[in-house]
Structures are given as structure tokens and as C-alpha cells.
């Protein structure tokens, strides 16, 4: 069965300053693995994916995410963070072998602060 | 082009009614599901329909239905509703089935509030 893990509800960065957004999964076949945005009062936003090929990839937004499989993570990260990027971060899983629907985390919010 | 739109964006219903939400995908889209989120929790699959067929199931109560038509819009039909119930309903599109390596895109939601 899949299940994706967001360890941290909240994550607070300084405007500036490198930010991450961890997420742990677990699934039994080959992960394809995703990153969505949630603004307040709006639906899911995709930022970024993780297939196949290099573990760092590079999405919307200046985001971009490192797989690491012996770790079974797949972390959100940015270099240098916006005031704008406040919002609640969702990391999915779909299973190679399996549904085609997403296994979403709980959420990380991130607040940005100037 | 538009993406996903849903409608209502909010509905108010009180326990025992039904409700039945709508979906249209992106345009090319001939993929559906449906997602449940509850406040402070990431989202549930529902649902998904692909070429008026429903393909998936998720662990949802019989009270809980959907169709998709021929122009690949969608309906979410909630009976004997619950204050469990209330949460922002998600609907996604994709191009086709078994895309496993595409992201599906996400409309705005409803938000249903049980009274």
C-alpha cells in the first residue's frame, strides 16, 4: 500500500533564506512522486515531479525537490524563499504497479517571514 | 484555455439532505477523480471515471456516487449527508488513463459545510 509522510505541520523560514519541506514515502512498486501548492481558498497547484532520471528536479517557481531512494524522501527545497511562497504544501505518491489516483501527505504549511 | 472548474464553489446543506457537485475537466481531458479534503488534512481519493467508466474506488461509504457524461464532465453525488461530510471536494483531470508519469490538474473545489 502507498502512504506519504510530511513529518512537520509547520515550517517557518526567514524571506531570504533557503527553505525545506520534508516528505517520506513508501510504496511497492517504482514511486512517482509529486509536490502541489495550496493558496487559501483555492484548489491544488502541481509544482514539480520526480519519474525516473537525476534525484534533483526542478519545478515551478525557483522550487525543486532531491529523491533520494535509499532514504525513500523526496524534500521540497528552494534557495532563497519569498514572502509569496507562504502556503500549505502537499507531497503525493503514485504507485508504479498500482492506482492511478495520488496518495496525498498531510500538509506542511510554510510561513515565510519578512 | 480553461483549467478545471467546479461548481458550486460553496453550498451549504444540512444532515440527511444530498448534494451533487459538478465537475468540467480541462478541455482534452477524458480523465476524472474526485478527492475529499478535510480541514487540516491532505486530500482523499474518491472517485475516478475515465471514458464514462467509473476506474477507481476509494474507501468511501455507498452513500457516495459519481458519473462522468460524454463531454467527460463529472458529477459528485452525496446522499443522507453527514457532519463528517463537510470539507473542500477536489475535482482532477488528466489527459487518458495510466498516465502514470502526468500530474493531474485541480480545480478550485467546492466547499460543502454541513449544518
Known amino acids: 500500500a502507498q502512504s506519504v509522510a510530511q513529518p512537520e505541520d509547520q515550517v517557518n523560514v526567514a524571506e531570504g533564506n533557503p527553505l525545506t519541506v520534508k516528505c517520506t514515502y513508501s510504496?511497492?512498486?517504482?514511486?512517482?512522486l509529486f509536490w502541489y501548492v495550496q493558496y487559501p481558498n483555492r484548489g491544488l497547484q502541481f509544482l514539480l515531479k520526480?519519474?525516473?532520471?537525476?534525484?534533483l528536479v526542478k519545478g515551478s517557481y525557483g522550487f525543486e525537490a532531491e529523491f533520494n531512494k535509499s532514504q525513500t524522501s523526496f524534500h521540497l527545497k528552494k534557495p532563497s524563499a519569498l514572502v509569496s511562497d507562504s502556503a500549505l504544501y502537499f507531497c503525493?505518491?503514485?504507485?508504479?504497479?498500482?492506482?492511478?489516483?495520488?496518495?496525498f501527505g498531510t500538509g506542511t504549511r510554510l510561513t515565510v517571514i519578512p | 484555455d480553461a483549467g478545471v472548474t467546479q461548481s458550486p464553489t460553496h453550498l451549504i446543506k444540512t444532515r440527511g439532505q444530498q448534494v451533487t457537485l459538478r465537475c468540467s475537466p480541462i478541455?482534452?481531458?477524458?480523465?476524472v477523480s474526485w478527492y475529499q479534503q478535510v480541514l487540516g488534512q491532505g486530500p482523499q481519493f474518491i472517485f475516478q471515471?475515465?471514458?464514462?467508466?467509473?476506474?477507481g474506488r476509494g474507501n468511501f461509504p455507498d452513500r457516495f456516487s459519481a458519473r462522468q457524461f460524454p463531454n467527460y464532465s463529472s458529477e459528485l453525488n452525496v446522499n443522507a449527508l453527514l457532519l463528517g461530510d463537510s470539507a473542500l471536494y477536489l475535482c482532477?483531470?488528466?489527459?487518458?488513463?495510466?498516465?502514470?508519469?502526468?500530474?493531474?490538474?485541480f480545480g478550485d473545489g467546492t466547499r460543502l459545510s454541513i449544518l
Open positions: 482532477a483531470s488528466s489527459a487518458r488513463l495510466g498516465q502514470r508519469n502526468q500530474p493531474q490538474h
Open positions: 510504496v511497492s512498486g517504482n514511486p512517482y
Open positions: 520526480y519519474i525516473t532520471g537525476d534525484n
Open positions: 503525493a505518491v503514485r504507485d508504479g504497479d498500482g492506482a492511478n489516483n495520488l496518495f
Open positions: 478541455s482534452g481531458h477524458k480523465s
Open positions: 471515471y475515465y471514458e464514462k467508466e467509473e476506474r
